[in-house]
């Protein structure tokens, strides 16, 4: 069965460290894969999906990035991190025989 | 760009009584989908649409997608408090490419 992890599941960090949180799936291949970032009480912003190994599209212009190092891991990284980081980061995929979205249990991130 | 908009953003109601959530985009849909996330957790899915008209009920949930293909409603029959989350939208459009979320509406049940 199809399985999405992610980790750490909290995470606390100064302002101006840097950040690298990991999403790996298990169970199916060429997936599509996603970066979404939730604010408390609000809706999902997709920040990076990815076709491909190496291939990132970015929706918003930000201090985060994204690599796909291998074909079922996706990783979000910063240089530095700002305030305005801090949040619910979750990871998503789906393939294209299906439109589901399957997400990880989320990375909530807290930058002080 | 593609815009997917929900009303309400917030809705209490008391236990037993319905619930209803508004989906609207700016541009015709392939298909929609709705996604349910608990306090603390993450989204899951719950459903995709795909026809004009379409009308799919999971027990108390019905799920309906409108005839241009732009707008959908999820309504709930006698909330119960299992019912809690926020609840999104999702819609692709007709070119396959763009998968946007809407902001969710958030329901909260009374005991």
């Known amino acids: 069965s199809q399985t999405i992890h992610q980790w750490p599941a909290t995470l606390v960090q100064p302002v101006g460290s840097p950040l690298s949180l990991e999403c790996t799936v298990e169970?199916?291949?060429?997936?599509?894969l996603y970066w979404y970032r939730q604010a408390a009480g609000r809706g999902l912003q997709l920040l990076f999906y990815s076709v491909g190994i190496g291939q990132i599209s970015s929706e918003v212009p930000q201090n985060l990035s994204a690599s796909r190092p291998q074909d079922r891991q996706f990783i979000l990284s910063s240089k530095k991190l700002l305030l305005s980081d801090s949040g619910f980061y979750l990871c998503?995929?789906?393939?294209?025989?299906?439109?589901?979205?399957?997400f990880g249990p989320g990375t909530r991130l807290t930058v002080l | 760009g593609q815009q997917v908009m929900q009303i309400p953003q917030y809705q209490h109601v008391q236990e037993g009584e319905d619930f209803t959530t508004y989906c609207n985009s700016s541009t015709t849909l392939s298909n929609i989908q709705w996604y349910k996330q608990r306090p603390g957790g993450h989204p899951v899915f719950l459903i995709q649409l795909v026809k004009s008209g379409e009308v799919k009920k999971q027990k108390r949930l019905t799920f309906q997608f409108g005839e241009a293909k732009k707008n959908s409603s999820l309504h709930i029959t006698a909330t119960q408090t299992t019912d809690v989350g926020t609840y999104f939208c999702?819609?692709?459009?007709?070119?396959?490419?763009?998968?946007?979320f809407g902001p969710g509406t958030r329901l909260s049940v009374l005991p």
């Open positions: 169970g199916t291949s060429n997936p599509n």
């Open positions: 999702a819609g692709r459009d007709n070119y396959g490419q763009n998968f946007v």
């Open positions: 998503a995929f789906d393939r294209a025989d299906y439109n589901e979205q399957f």
